[in-house]
Every structure is written in C-alpha cells, then in structure tokens.
C-alpha cells in the first residue's frame, strides 16, 4: 500500500471518530441541571404516562379487515388519550390560557370520538362517564343532558 493513502485513512478514522467525542463532551459541559422536581409535578408527570401508555396501547388495534372500522378503534384511543391529557393539564395546570385549550381539547375530542362512532352506525357515547362528568344520581337529570354534562370543577381548583 501507498504510504500517503494510509496516512489519509488513519486521518480520515480519527476525524470520523473523535470529533462526535468532542463535540459530545463540550455539549455535556453546556447541560444546565434540572432544579429538584416538586410533588406535583412527579405527579403530573406520572399520570401524564399513564394516559400516554394506555393511548399507545389502544391505537395498537388488530386490523378486521374493514379498514372504516379501523380507522375508528385507532383514532379513538387517540383522541381519548388526548382528553385524559387535557383533563391532567386541568388537574394541574396554572396557566389560564393553557387551562382554556385542554377545557376545548376535552369537548373537541368527545365531539369526533361521537362522530366517528356515529359514521360507523354504533353509540356516539359509552355509558361510563368520561373522567370530566360525574356520576348523575338523578335518571331525569341524565336525560336533560344527554350524558354529556361537562364538570371540570375538580380539574379547575387551585
């Protein structure tokens, strides 16, 4: 071999190989440490897994072959798992503005999850309450409102 093509090689190797080193350690030295995490926020960042897992989960639906109703049984754990992350930015949350959205994330997402329930012929609402109603214990109170009565009061607290 050519003593010069060696020489470009080994130059070649030890540019390939130490300069990501170096470009890793001066990043290293430029990370600011997280300041200490608060209960709330371990607990928010706990549920907010929670509902992310079981979204995953859900949209990891078996293909039936009817690819309407596939569509739906992925796309409503998708949009279930966005109202359960609204509903823990409501528990959690101070910013006004940020609190509005997810209040809309919450009624948006329940809208489409009935739409597309609807377009497929089955029950826009499932009889257990989403995590923003509470149970009605009157029969006549369900009915006026349809299920569909919306109390964020929990989630509205400071």
């Known amino acids: 071999m050519n003593k ?18 170096v470009l890793r350690a001066d990043e ?7 300041p200490a995490m ?12 929670t509902a992310m897992n079981k979204m995953m989960d859900g949209m990891a639906a078996k293909p039936t072959g009817d690819v309407d109703r596939d569509f739906v049984a992925m796309m409503t754990p998708h ?18 503005q940020l609190r509005r959205i997810a209040q809309e994330i919450v009624v948006d997402q329940m809208q489409e999850i009935a739409a597309m329930k609807l ?20 029969p006549a109170a369900e009915e006026h409102h349809s299920g569909m009565q919306m109390d964020m009061s929990n989630g509205m607290k400071k």
Request: net charge negative; glycine share 6%; aromatic share 6%.
């Open 4 to 21: 010069p093509y060696i020489l470009v090689v080994a130059a070649g190797l030890f540019v390939a190989f130490a300069v990501p080193v």
């Open 28 to 34: 290293a030295q430029s990370v600011k440490p997280m």
């Open 38 to 49: 608060t209960a709330q926020e371990r607990a928010f960042l706990a549920e907010n897994e």
């Open 79 to 96: 949009h279930q798992g966005a109202i359960d992350m609204a509903v823990i930015e409501l528990r959690y949350g101070k910013n006004e």
């Open 119 to 138: 377009a497929l012929g089955e029950p826009a609402a499932d009889t257990a309450p989403a995590p923003t109603q509470q149970q009605s214990s009157s």
